[in-house]
Every structure is written in C-alpha cells, then in structure tokens.
C-alpha cells in the first residue's frame, strides 16, 4: 500500500510521525508528543489527523477504562496547543476545516477520491485481515476498545479518501504482528500444529497473489500512461507556444 505511494511527498511524513504518535502516546517518552506536534504543523497539514486520531483514542480509553486520566488529557490539550505555533497562526486550524469540508476535492483531486476510483488489492487484503482480527476478539470478549475502534475509524476514512489509506495502512501494519502472534498461539491450542502453519501458508500465498496483482496493475497503469500527467498539458502549451509562468485555475 505505502510503496504506490511513497517518494518526495511531505505525506511520508505523516505516516512516520503517524507511526510514532501510536508508539509513544502510553508510554514514559509521551511528553515530547508536544515538541513532535510542534515541528509536524510546521511540515505538513497531516497533523490535524495525528490530533484528532489521538483525542479519538484518548477520549474512548478513558471510557474504557471508567477513569479521567489527567496526564493524558494535559498532555493531548499541550500538543493540540502546540499546532497553533506555525507562521498562520490559528488559521491553519481554518485550511484543515476548510479542505474537510471542500466537496471540490473530493470531486476533482484524484487521492481525495474514494475507494471505488482506483483498484487497490493490497488495501483491501488489509482491511478484510484487520476485520477478521478485529471479530475474533469481539467473540472472545478480548477486544481492546481504544484501538480496535480506531483501526475501524481508519479504514472508514480510507474508504471514503484514497487519501488515508495510507495512514490506515501504517496503523494497521503496527497491529498485525500482534494479533497474527495471538492468533497463532489460539491455533496451537485447538488444532495441531501442523495445520496452523498450513493456514499460516494459505495466509502467504494470498498476500503473494494480492501484491503480485498490485504490481500488475501498478505496470498498466504506467503504460495507459495514467501517471504520466501532466504530459498532455506540457503538449498543449508547447502547441500553443506559451512561455513564461501561467495563472491557472
């Protein structure tokens, strides 16, 4: 998923920072989330999904647990007060609501789009695999609230925007170890052994199919030349022998 995506693009940065924020927001190193927000709103406008995914998750823990815990909610009101240090000032806040709410992206910007403009195989082999997941522990009565909650919120942002199957795919690839590792030692309890590294080989081949399919598409693509923009507008100006900088809307 984050391969198709990479390259020079501040977004990569949010995915890092993304990956940090879940690493580090219940553990000891959680106080210099603020100084991370700091220098994450001076980079990119991703961090409003970093502020928000982590109220999201602070706000549901403590219904969880049934207890306000006032560290976490100072240090969350830090961070979020550390966004407003950036050369806008509060307006930033004022973009990040202006582009949520902005029909005219989702209708013309290609990545804002959602799941149903492009194929894209390897998403949904997570999602079908984070859901799965995520239903074994809700039968077990071993779900952890928090972050199963998230994890779903995620996948629902990225089905309605390209844009954040990314972000999804990151969480989602923190947490599958440790659901893959709780899922092994259930199989060992029930069936022999043998058999769950049959399953485990069923799971390899299908990630194989779906990543060799993602590869193929990702090649067609390049060959109808869908990635290839803006190359029929260079050939309009050149036809039309524009020089010098264009105003465009």
């Known amino acids: 998923v984050l391969a198709f995506r990479g390259g020079v693009r501040p977004q990569v940065l949010d995915w890092f920072l993304v990956a940090v924020l879940w690493r580090m927001w219940q553990t000891k190193y959680k106080w210099w989330l603020p100084v991370i927000f700091l220098v994450w709103v001076n980079l990119h406008g991703g961090f409003a999904i970093g502020i928000l995914m982590w109220l999201f998750m602070v706000f549901v823990k ?77 039968k077990e009565r071993n779900i952890i609230w928090w ?33 893959f590792s709780n899922f092994w030692i259930s199989l060992k ?37 869908a990635w290839n923009y803006p190359d029929k507008a260079i050939e309009f100006l050149k036809s039309e022998n524009r020089d010098g900088n264009i105003l465009s809307d």
Not at 196 to 225: D, E, H, P, Q, W
């Open 62 to 138: 403590t219904i969880e647990d049934k207890k306000l815990k006032i560290e976490d909610w100072t240090n969350w009101l830090a961070s979020c007060l550390a966004t407003f240090v950036n050369p806008y000032g509060w307006r930033i806040w004022w973009e990040v609501w202006m582009q949520i709410t902005d029909r005219q992206l989702r209708q013309n910007i290609n990545e804002w789009q959602p799941f149903y403009v492009t194929v894209e195989p390897a998403f949904w082999f997570l999602a079908v695999l984070i859901v799965m997941f995520i239903y074994k522990q809700f």
């Open 147 to 179: 972050r199963d909650l998230t994890l779903f919120v995620l996948l629902t942002a990225g089905i309605s925007s390209l844009r954040h199957v990314a972000i999804f795919a990151v969480v989602a690839t923190i947490v599958l170890p440790e659901f």
């Open 189 to 225: 309890k029930t069936i022999a052994q043998d058999r769950a590294v049959v399953v485990y080989k069923l799971f390899l081949m299908i990630a194989a199919t779906v990543s060799m399919l993602a590869i193929l598409l990702t090649v067609v693509n390049y060959v109808r030349g």
